[in-house]
């Protein structure tokens, strides 16, 4: 069993900047994967972006350039730095662990991000 713990996201302004970390625990494996999904209201869970233990990372094309996944593996942890946020970036943002990038076993509680004025 993995625990997956989130932090951050919260009250973000047009423009702005907001960081969401994930911490995991219990049976982790060296070689993983770890992500980020998110879901607005009325809407599908959809990859926000992934990292595996090895560094390959993965975007969405809704968020490159904006947002930046990274990880500390001697943590387990993962984050994810959003900047130049948008309304449509408000969802609650789910971390996401696994053996691979496109297949997560694990998920966390969700972090509510909103984005408004």
């Known amino acids: 069993q993995v625990q997956l713990v989130e932090s951050g996201g919260g009250l973000g302004q047009p423009g702005g900047s907001l960081r969401l970390s994930c911490a995991a625990s219990g049976s982790i494996f060296s070689i993983n994967a770890m992500g980020w999904y998110r879901q607005a209201p009325g809407q599908e869970r959809d990859l926000v972006a992934a990292i595996t233990s090895g560094g390959f990372i993965k975007y969405a094309d809704s968020v490159k350039g904006r947002c930046t996944i990274s990880r500390d593996n001697t943590k387990n942890t993962v984050y994810l730095q959003m900047s130049s946020l948008k309304p449509e970036d408000t969802a609650i943002y789910f971390c996401?662990?696994?053996?691979?990038?496109?297949?997560?076993?694990?998920w966390g509680q969700g972090a509510q991000v909103t984005v408004s004025s």
């Open positions: 996401a662990y696994g053996l691979c990038w496109w297949k997560f076993d694990y």
